[in-house]
Nanobody, 118 residues
Framework: QGQLVESGGGLVQPGGSLRLSCVAS????????MGWFRQAPGMQRSLVAA???????DYADSVQGRFTISRDGAKNTIFLQMDSLKPEDTAVYYC????????????WGQGTQVTVSS
């Protein structure tokens, strides 16, 4: 099974922006679906955004209009552009691959911390 490595997290003020990256190794074919999850302290891990190899995109209601997921299919790399960040976006962000937005099967990466605070 391949490995997923996230990067790009950091500390940002409310209203600011960050861009996360995730590179998946171990597959020479486009992965069917890749996505971003996040987990805040004391909360369950939840799906933030997903993108299929065909370009179908799903967003959680809480990030719709503020976050943009994109993909370099040839490299099995995805990005998450996060704009208008809010303190409630503070979490560890993980990427994962799967069949579709409801079926995920890769192992978890190590995650990248995003902190939104003034």
């Amino acid at each position: 099974q391949g490995q997923l490595v996230e990067s790009g997290g950091g500390l940002v003020q409310p209203g600011g922006s960050l861009r996360l990256s995730c590179v998946a190794s171990g597959s020479d074919r486009p992965l069917p679906t890749m996505g971003w999850f996040r987990q805040a302290p004391g909360m369950q891990r939840s799906l933030v955004a997903a993108i299929s190899s065909g370009g179908t995109i799903d967003y959680a209601d809480s990030v719709q209009g503020r976050f943009t997921i994109s993909r370099d299919g040839a490299k099995n790399t995805i990005f998450l552009q996060m704009d208008s960040l809010k303190p409630e976006d503070t979490a560890v962000y993980y990427c994962r691959s799967g069949l579709n937005a409801a079926i995920w099967y890769s192992s978890w990466g190590q995650g990248t911390q995003v902190t939104v605070s003034s």
